[in-house]
């Protein structure tokens, strides 16, 4: 099955500095590719995401990129604020006929420091 | 906003104990997860539903899980007898349902942290 490893499990920056949190998948039949971000005693919630035929998305702060061939894919967030802490996840997903299931990374504490 | 609902936010548990969580989905969702995330690691999905009917529950541990959404609405998922090693985030999730090869956007609940003793 579908294996999803994340790196770095923390990541510590300051205020105005680029943060890159990267993860390999292992299927190559994913196709799609959502990042959430989890704040202290909250759900996970979607920040962005791509689908595997696309290379790059961006949204403001916040841009993934994706690489199939060597099966890797990036959050990159440009600018960190003190509100960006949180602990980030990756995820994968082969989505078929109605099915499919998400798996997660291990996650990355970010800490953005003033 | 409409949000996922759950409860109890907190539980503590005695092992062997029985426990059960509740979650009432975003209106409107057919499609409900439930899901576990042991401390420092992302969520694994337990149990996926469609409407009433399981979908997936490949990851469910049997034996001592059962979850139901009798009316095709809020959930229940529980431990029967709960163990040690059943501490855990579990995180619910609804997302509307799928059509042929689309993905929705699933949106979590904020969890119910468990302890057992």
């Known amino acids: 099955g579908e294996n999803v490893e994340q790196h770095p499990s923390t990541l510590s920056v300051q205020e105005g500095d680029s943060a890159v949190i990267k993860c390999t998948y292992s299927?190559?039949?994913?196709?799609?590719f959502p990042w959430y971000k989890q704040e202290l005693g909250k759900g996970p919630q979607l920040i962005i995401d791509i689908r595997s035929n696309v290379g790059e998305k961006k949204d403001q702060r916040i841009a993934v990129t994706l690489n199939k061939t060597a099966k890797h894919f990036s959050l990159h967030i440009t600018e960190t604020q003190p509100e960006d802490s949180a602990v980030y996840f990756c995820a994968a997903i082969t989505i078929y006929n109605q099915g499919g299931k998400l798996i997660f990374g291990q996650g990355t504490e970010l800490s953005v420091k003033p | 906003e409409a949000e996922v609902a759950q409860s109890p936010r907190y539980k503590i548990t005695e092992k062997s104990q029985a426990v059960a969580f509740w979650c009432d989905p975003i209106s409107g969702h057919a499609t409900l997860y439930w899901y576990r995330q042991i401390l420092g690691q992302g969520p694994e999905l337990l149990v996926q539903f469609q409407d009433e009917s399981v979908v997936d529950d490949s990851q469910l541990p049997k034996d001592r899980f059962s979850a139901e959404r009798l009316k095709g609405v809020d959930s229940t998922l529980k431990i029967q007898p709960a163990e040690l090693g059943d501490s855990a985030m579990y995180l619910c999730a609804s997302s509307l349902p799928r059509r042929g090869y689309s993905y929705n956007e699933q949106f979590f609940g904020p969890g119910t942290r468990l302890t057992v003793l």
């Open positions: 299927d190559s039949a994913s196709n799609y």
